[in-house]
């Protein structure tokens, strides 16, 4: 009896920590779409889809800043080797090579304070956005991978 406890409890255990794992997949995933959805309304600005608007622009860095902050966070070993829905993952070099990794949060995070309060009109945002955009893709080219 004593047994039969136990393992169901084990059981349950390991489907709690499952659906836990998969929760991250998805927050982390939401955090990085919010990201692209943020950097694709810049942007829209600096092709001049969209007129200038810095509501949109403090959003942004605002968003930028908190992915900044949650980075260290998002991809916990728990979720090591889990494949996202879509068209992207993460590569095993985000575990592997955590020193570079954190390298590049670190970059990420200085390029983002360095702009917040220096976008102030679309001149300073064309100007901006690409020192942003560098670091976007110096972390993804290494650390992220095109799903198969
Ligand atoms: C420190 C590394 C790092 C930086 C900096 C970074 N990303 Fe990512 N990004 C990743 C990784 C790893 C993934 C793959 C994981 C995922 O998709 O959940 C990813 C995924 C994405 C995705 C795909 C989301 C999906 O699954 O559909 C988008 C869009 C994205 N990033 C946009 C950006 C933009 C825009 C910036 C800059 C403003 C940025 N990222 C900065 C590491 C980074």
Redesign the pocket.
């Known amino acids: 009896m004593i047994r039969t406890v136990v393992v169901v409890g084990t059981l349950l255990l390991g489907i709690g920590a499952v659906v836990a794992q998969q929760d991250q997949v998805k927050v982390?995933?939401a955090q990085?779409?919010g990201?692209?959805k943020?950097?694709g309304a810049l942007a829209a600005m600096v092709k001049g889809e969209k007129p200038y608007d810095q509501a949109t622009v403090d959003a942004a860095l605002a968003q930028?800043e908190d992915?900044v902050k949650k980075?260290p966070t998002l991809?916990p070993d728990s979720i090591k080797g889990m494949k996202?829905e879509?068209?992207?993952?993460?590569?095993p070099k985000?575990w592997e090579d955590k020193a570079g990794?954190e390298d590049?949060?670190k970059s990420?995070g200085k390029a983002v304070a360095d702009a917040k309060g220096k976008i102030t009109d679309l001149d300073s945002l064309k100007a901006t956005l690409p020192v942003?955009?560098k670091?976007?893709g110096?972390?993804?080219e290494t650390?992220?991978?095109k799903a198969t």
């Open positions: 982390t995933q990085m779409k990201n692209g943020n950097a930028f992915t980075f991809f996202p879509g068209d992207y993952s993460y590569s985000i990794f590049h949060i990420f942003i955009g670091q976007c110096g972390c993804h650390y992220r991978l």
